[in-house]
């Protein structure tokens, strides 16, 4: 599947490898041995420019694979939050649109390591704009 990908993109082994953290001949050897580790192929799959989109079968609901980030706490409007027992709703490439345990919604900022608070309506058009998870 990646070589294909790559393929598609003009990429050859050697930015592939770049890409992964590898030399040339362990790209190579590991993609044609299957000793490549997924989280490689994850890695270079989304640095090829491609997403992976899950679908579950009996509802139709859609979830993007991304790269993880780090867990994220912060205050906002008198309230703790932590991306790390909430759940992910949606994700516009900088921020991740969360709800937590107790129903409020807010925004992680990874890049700024900020947490922000928003309502249900500014939640809502977030997930709408940016796809529900």
């Not at 001949?25 to 899950?54: C, E, K, N, P, W």
């Not at 939050?81 to 992680?108: C, W």
Request: charged letters at 30%; hydrophobic letters at 35%; one cysteine or more.
């Amino acid at each position: 599947m990646l070589r294909a990908l790559s393929r598609w993109r003009g990429a050859s082994v050697a930015d592939c490898a770049k890409l992964v953290g590898l030399s040339e001949q362990s790209y190579y050897q590991q993609t044609r041995l299957g000793s490549f580790r997924a989280d490689r192929m994850l890695t270079a799959i989304d640095a090829l420019g491609y997403d992976i989109v899950f679908v579950d079968r009996n509802t139709g609901e859609r979830w993007k694979y991304r790269e993880p980030h780090g867990t994220l706490k912060g205050i906002s409007e008198y309230h703790k939050y932590n991306t790390g027992v909430s759940r992910p709703l949606a994700y516009d490439g900088s921020q991740e649109l969360f709800v937590d345990r107790k129903g409020l919604y807010f925004l992680a900022d990874y890049a700024k390591g900020k947490i922000k608070a928003v309502t249900k309506s500014e939640a809502e058009a977030f997930a709408d704009k940016y796809g529900a998870r």
